[in-house]
């Protein structure tokens, strides 16, 4: 069923979106034609995510038009766009974990399917047509990413699709799992599929897309055929501004040895082993699951992992609990701001000092004037924007949520500041006033351990980065002389890398 | 336009936040109204009195619910420290028996948060399940203790005087339980607020994985509300029977959904973290204001069940809408 | 290496199979002792008597696979029970038992609308439904037991076809009729979803808030229906049955494998962990342990479940 390529199966028409601080999506059109593959990048947070949740109805749009299939849709459930042909593959699968492979397709559509046995046979069928091998009765929980992403495209073309869109699909898979992924995505465009491919790896929009859409601040900065476009121009458009303005100058202030650690094992990490020196940025490179939360965590004391040894300026160091790395000079961001780092109902002001009672108290006993000059120190250090020191955190801003955790560690002085996705979900502001803090801290005689799914936010911050695969590390690269595709090689596995 | 829609909010919140009062103030008011004798001295007096177990037991459990949790045990407790204590009074002397209460009370709280520690039981329905069988085993110990008998202070020929004098003495014009209840009410506020065992509590109940992460002692803070609450417990099953004289092992039955209650209505949020134990003095004041008031009224005590049982759903619905 | 590697095996095989294990070491220990635990009679007796907790357990497994709980089937009980009794003095036996098992479907109606509607956590307000219809049983008694003067009522919790009692022929139907539902129907099958994952289940077109509320209203339903085989039974409606009820149900829920996280277990498993507390009654008895030993042994047993439980999701959190 090969048709016209100049076909529009969707035309998004000014499409705007605010939330509560944010205009996440100004003016936005795109057009995607029949049967091409549509790779729409950008940086996170330039609303790519969130255009997509408008076209699957997870989010209403404010303004603007859409029309998919020549219809005009309007406030539709994610499963209403489903059936009528769009569907959308997400970050975060979209699969319930404790139930089969088979029922999970067919999820709500049992009675269609006439019961379990139809299930599993259609299953079958779906993946058998893009050469899925999993068992349809094996759990979702058992299965590896890859897998899952298989069962969702599955899922998509169950629903008879004319148009999936894929949210960053790449970013767990390996290269193996990766080329499996373009053939499938070959194919269903062979078969008249469009596909909106979202990414802000720029090798594989090159690799396999059409037509390109650049994203940037909730606007459409261009859109053109791949061919039209050169890599640089690509990148200048997705960034928008030259490399200098969006970080600051990277901190030179390396010193002696700060931290060795030596061998963390558990079941993620093998025989781990590296050093931190004062004044130091060190970046922790790696995909999403490869170890690197588990490292900072161990290292933190937040997981129980034994037998690895920590000297701290030469010292042996013991940290069983966060308390104990807390009492060591370790600051602590976590990577979910919400859920592991702030108690939303709380006040600003408690949520700062949470971290250093001590201070504020004498014989166990509260001295709220104290805490009171805490809070509103770090507020204003930090330059918070809240109403009052007393207002309830949940009611701040992604940026000023994340500088109100930055605040609690400032107060106690740490010596080694773990950052695990310190910009993540924050406008650009923010997070430029996080870098500069980042800068203040090691300027005077701190070190920092960063965690960023960011790349260009790895490489502008750190004096150092170690790459991560498999709970392994692979390398070791300084970034001011390491090129991009070194230090991405290492961190996907494909080669050793060396200073 | 916006102002005044936004100084009603302010105003709708003030009132949900406080509308146990405004209940308390129309309850008092309707009786007071509909039965004189309401407002008399001996009426009073008998209210104040009635203050006695469940506030005990209440201020206990609201340390817990602060800190995330909830303790069904508290039953369980009142029954063994009950039946402990009263037989204690002849081998011992009062006041070792006193003592002994005190610490059996604090030992089956601090058994309880060893349980939930252990098995690392981070929700509150996991914590309901285990204190509820924590209580069945502090029960049949009570039963075992006792042999199902009840023991009564006229079988006790030694000097019981403390615990007469707390069942029915006065200090003033006031009741000694009454006086006894503001002591401790005036310690564990300072403690609720102005310690930092107090915040740990808070913080814990707040959002344990933050608050871990943070540094602060999550384990001590749910030993800490545990003890309390099994103490408290110990302290109101003492009262409690000291007032009715007599002793049986299921004495305790039901307080625990009446201190949940209490607490509840009073305003300290199921969620964990934001509580005061003054907001569960209000709490307490209005279930014995409304049983007082339909005592007067002539209502059974069934139907009073009833009305308790209505109270706590919509309290813990309102609760749950006002978090939304 | 080998040990620790068989050992947590076992380990495994322990916190999966709770209920198996535990039935098989009763069974194991009981042909030890010198009982007439082996006797048919004893076996259909153990099963007959625990029939009534079956059909509570299979509504209460609708609740807890989708995710949600209810306390409050200890007091829809005894309501129903009490309210059939009643209700026998003054119309036909049918119509009276109808009404009081609806009466347990507009309760489970009640808790629907207020855990699922309104998104509230379902533990505690349950509790308090439960508390409440302990009020509504002690006020419609008196807080006496009301016998019922019906023969033919009586009949139904104690009669039996073929030698098999009425009351484990009506639980193998309710048995077959909640199996067959959670296992072959779309019903049964979005109720896993929205355990498993509520907001993959509503992105998929899952009616969320019906189907977890009518999971609500059945098990209400199933609820009153054991409370009027309870009466049945006994030949009296009392406010005090349910005192345990509801917790130890839930409880056997639990050990059976099904969590209270949502989405896992079913049927069977609950049927299985059920048998577990029918089973330890029953032993408990023929050892004649003394009730008050009884009551702490069941206290422990419920401590020891739901520690595991709690104990295994730690080890799973934990596994870095």
Known sequence: MKTEGSEVILSINNVSKSFPGVKALDEVSIDVQRGTVHGIVGENGAGKSTLMKILSGVYQKDSGTVVFDGKQIEHTTPYQSMQSGLAIIYQELNLVNTMSVGENIFLGRFREMKGMKGTHAKARELLDSIACKVSTTKLVSELSVSEKQMVEIAK?????????????????????????????INQLKEQGISIIYISHKLDEIFEFCDIVSVMRDGHVIDTKEKSAFTRQELITKMVGRTIENEYPPRPLCVGDTLMEVHSINTHKL?????????????????????????????????????????????????????KDAKDAGFGFIPEDRKLQGLILPFSVESNISMASIRKFSRLGFLRKSLEKDIGARQVKALAVKTPSTKTAVRNLSGGNQQKCIV??????????????????????????????LMKHIVEHGGAIILISSELPEVLNMSNRVLTIFEGRITGEFDPQKASVNEIMGAALGIVEGCV | MQKRNSVLKVTASMLRD??????????????????????????????????????????????????????????????????????????????????????????????????ILSSGAL????????????????????????HGSTMHFWDIQKSKSIFEAIGAGRAGPLPLSFVIFLVILALLWIFQTKT??????????????????????????????????????????????????????????????????????????????????????????????MSNCLDLLGVSTYLQVVVKGAILVVAIWLDNRKQA | MNGKAIGSSLYAIVTKQKAFIAILVMLIGMLFSHTNFYSAYNLLDMLNSTSILLILAFGVTMTVVAGGCDLSIGGILVVSGIIAIKLLDVMPMGL????????????????????VHQRTEPFIITLGMGLLLTGVAQQLTDAHPVPAKNPAFMMIGNGDILGVPNLVLIMAVCFGLCFWLMRYTQFGRNLYAIGGDYEVALYSGINVVRTKWIAFVLCGTSAALAGVLLSSKLNTGSSIYGEMTALVVNCGVVVGGTSFAGGIGGIPQSALGLLVFGMLDNVMNMLCITSYYQVMLKGIVIVAIIWLDCFTQKRKREFV
Request: glycine share 12%; with cysteine.
């Open chain 1, 156 to 184: 998509a073309l169950s629903f008879k699709s004319k148009l999936i869109i894929m949210d960053e699909p790449s970013s767990s898979l390996t290269s193996e799992e990766m080329c499996q992924l373009v053939k499938i």
């Open chain 1, 270 to 322: 093998h025989d781990l082993s590296f050093t931190l020196n004062k004044g130091e940025i060190l970046g922790l490179m790696g995909l999403v699951g490869a170890g690197r939360t588990e490292i900072v965590r161990a290292l933190f004391g937040a997981d129980k992992v034994r037998g690895h040894r920590v000297l701290i300026e030469g010292k042996p160091t013991v940290i069983r609990n966060p």
């Open chain 1, 407 to 436: 605040g609690r560690w400032m107060e106690t002085s740490p010596r080694i500041f773990i950052m695990d996705e310190p910009t993540k979900g924050i406008d650009v502001g923010a997070k430029y006033e996080i870098y500069n």
């Open chain 2, 18 to 115: 406080y509308l146990v009062l405004v209940m308390i103030a129309l309850l008092v008011a309707v009786t007071a109204i509909v039965e004189p004798k309401f407002m008399s001295g001996a009426n009073l007096v008998n209210i104040m009195r009635q203050f006695g177990p469940l506030i005990m037991v209440s201020l206990g459990m609201t340390f817990v619910i602060i800190g995330g949790f909830i303790d069904l045990s508290v039953a369980g407790t009142i029954n063994l420290v009950a039946v402990v204590t009263i037989s204690l009074i002849q081998p011992l002397g009062q006041v070792p028996a006193l003592l002994v209460g005190l610490l059996i009370g604090a030992v089956c709280g601090a058994l309880n948060s060893g349980v």
């Open chain 2, 123 to 146: 929700t509150q329905a996991e914590a309901l399940f285990l204190t509820f069988g924590m209580s069945t085993v502090y029960s049949a110990l009570a039963l075992l203790y006792s």
């Open chain 2, 196 to 289: 930092t065992e107090g915040r740990a509590i808070s913080l814990t109940g707040g959002n344990k994985t933050a608050a871990h992460l943070s540094g602060v002692n999550i384990s001590r803070a749910i030993v800490v509300v545990y003890t309390i609450c099994g103490f408290m417990a110990g302290v109101g099953a003492i009262v409690l029977f000291s007032r009715i004289t007599t002793a049986a092992p299921v004495i305790g039955a039901g307080y625990e959904t009446n201190a949940i209650l209490s607490v509840v209505v009073g305003g300290t949020t199921l969620k964990g973290g934001k509580g005061s134990v003054l907001r569960t003095v209000m709490g307490v004041l209005l279930v014995i204001l």
């Open chain 3, 96 to 115: 009276a038992i109808l009404i009081a098992v609806l009466f347990g479907a507009v309760v489970g109606f009640v808790n629907g609308f207020l855990v």
